[in-house]
Each structure stands twice: as C-alpha cells, then as structure tokens.
C-alpha cells in the first residue's frame, strides 16, 4: 500500500488533526499519542485525504512563463501573447468582446523583454478591459433587473470574487475576466442581489433568480473555479 508523506506536529491538543493544503498533508498529534495510532487514524481517513490531496494537486497553478508566444485565459478563451516594439500600446487583435481562442493581444514591448515587463503590460490590459466589461454587463443588468446606480470598483483580493456594501459600493476581482462571460454575470447578479438583501437567506436567491434566472449552473461551475487556479499575474 502506498505510504502517504506527511509532516507531523506534536501539539498538547486532545486528539488528531489533518490539514491538507499545497504543501500537502501535515498532522497534528497530542504529545502522548503513539506511531502506531496515528497509522490507523491515517489508514482510517485514507480516502478524505486521497481525495483532498488529488483537489489540491489538480488546483496547483501553473506557473506563469512569461514569454513570447505565451497563453493566458480571457473571457474563458486561451489567447497568445505576442510581443511586437513597433506598437504604441497594447492592440488585440479579434472582438475583444467576443473572444475566441487564439486571439491575439499584441503588447507594445521589444522580444527581449523581460517577465516582469510582459506581465506588467499584460496586467495593464486585463484590468483595463476588467473594468470594461464589468461596467457594460452591469449596466445590463440594472436596466433588466432595475436595481439603482451603484459604484463599482475592482479588487485584487486573493480570496474572494466579489463585494457589496451597503451604500451600492461593489467590488469585482478583476480576475474574473479570466473566467467565461456567465460566471462573471453570475458574480455580478450575486452582488446585485446584495443590495436588497445582505445576506444569503432564500430571499437573496430568490432575487439572484430574477436577475439571472439560469445562476445555478455558473453557480456550480464557479465552485471549481479557484482564485490559485488563475495565471499569476
Ligand atoms: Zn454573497
């Protein structure tokens, strides 16, 4: 039977303790706890921790090589990077609006250009275009749904796709745009509906429901989706 690695920690806490992240599974054990015990609380939660560890294996991002030619994901499509010097700013090539995979996003930067450089310039673009689409799909969605002008700003929060406070004040991770167009209108009706309610009791997603009628499924498909999924930009 495969052995699964661990780190172990000796704590004067009362029983057993697994923890799974990306540096995988790590235990906690009370001090008199012997070897042989925590074997069998291992064997016991075998498959909990197969699976855990499978989840944060199939989550772990990829590292961002910033290059020439390289891919980034934009409205849920893969487009190339092209570096090209004799552009006076960045220049997508395609409807930005409707992208297709394989579009290209010109970037006005020699091809010595550093990585910082390109993810510099491609970060630019990105959130400008955040900006963009967030602001036309919610004004989409005010004129269907009827909700009141609000605010709308971008975050780059780590956590967390979107805010809502109570004065209108909407935040959006301007890392959606990396994600398919419906699960951003979901993550904007989401927010939406925070403004009559501010929480997520049956009456909130009762509202959801009128001003994106079909969420479930963007709702069930963003669960997948992880922040630590995205290119590190
Ligand atoms: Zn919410």
Same mark, same amino acid.
């Given at each position: 039977m495969d052995k699964i690695p661990y780190t172990l920690q000796r704590s004067n806490r009362k029983s057993i303790g697994f923890t799974i992240n990306a540096e995988g599974l790590k235990i906690t054990a009370p001090n008199w706890v012997s070897q042989t015990i925590i074997d069998q609380a291992i064997q016991a939660k075998k498959p909990w921790i197969q699976s855990k560890l499978l989840q944060w294996q199939q989550q772990s991002p990829v590292p961002t090589c910033w290059q020439n030619g390289m891919q980034l994901p934009y409205l849920g499509r893969q487009i190339i990077v092209q570096l090209n010097p004799q552009l006076a700013s960045c220049r997508y090539e395609g409807n930005y609006n409707l992208a297709q995979d394989n579009d290209r996003l010109y970037v006005n930067l020699p091809s010595t250009a550093n990585a910082l450089a390109i993810k510099t310039a491609c970060t630019q673009w990105f959130q400008g275009r955040a900006l963009a689409w967030f602001e036309i799909r919610l004004r989409h969605f005010q004129q269907s749904s009827g909700a009141k002008p609000l605010c709308l700003r971008l975050s780059s929060a780590t956590t967390r796709w979107g805010s809502c406070s109570a004065n209108g004040h909407i935040r959006l991770n301007?890392? =959606?745009?990396? =994600?398919c167009p419906e699960l951003i209108d979901y993550v904007i009706a989401h927010e939406l509906a925070h403004l009559k309610e501010?929480?997520?009791?049956p009456r909130f997603w009762a509202e959801v429901k009128r001003i994106l009628p079909n969420y479930e499924a963007a709702k069930n498909r963003l669960k997948q989706k992880s922040l630590r999924t995205l290119p590190i930009l």
């Open positions: 301007w890392r =959606l745009i990396h =994600l501010m929480n997520h009791s």
